[in-house]
């Protein structure tokens, strides 16, 4: 069974850093996209960050030049770099894997629990 477990999140003030990992596990073989959400309190889910497993990465306007998504597919685990971290950046950071394969056939969509991660002004 695959399994997406999220670590790194915390509390932070304004303009400080925080490393998020998120290590997929289950008899995996590859994993084509990996990817972090965020959702604000009382908003919907939002794209961060994307990375395939060949290295393109896509981000969205409001993190760009603050955050690097990265990945070690050897691990199959993805990392959030979030620097200059906002009081608009608090809430709950999600992931997500997308495609491959496992032991048992081809992956599907899989999301993590979700980490915490607090900016005080």
């Known amino acids: 069974q695959v399994r997406l477990v999220e670590s790194g999140g915390g509390l932070v003030q304004a303009g400080g850093s925080l490393r998020l990992s998120c290590a997929a596990s289950g008899s995996i073989f590859s994993i084509n996209v990996m990817r972090w959400y965020h959702q604000a309190p009382g908003k919907q889910r939002e794209l961060v960050a994307g990375?395939?497993?060949?290295?393109?990465?896509n981000y969205a306007d409001s993190v760009k030049g603050r955050f690097t998504i990265s990945r070690d597919n050897a691990k199959n685990t993805v990392y959030l770099q979030m620097n200059s971290l906002k009081p608009e950046d608090t809430g709950v950071y999600y992931c997500?894997?997308?495609?491959?394969?496992?032991?048992?056939?081809?992956?599907?969509?899989?999301w993590g629990q979700g980490t915490q991660v607090t900016v005080s002004s």
């Open positions: 997500n894997a997308e495609g491959g394969y496992t032991i048992a056939g081809v992956l599907g969509n899989y």
């Open positions: 990375a395939t497993s060949g290295g393109r990465t």
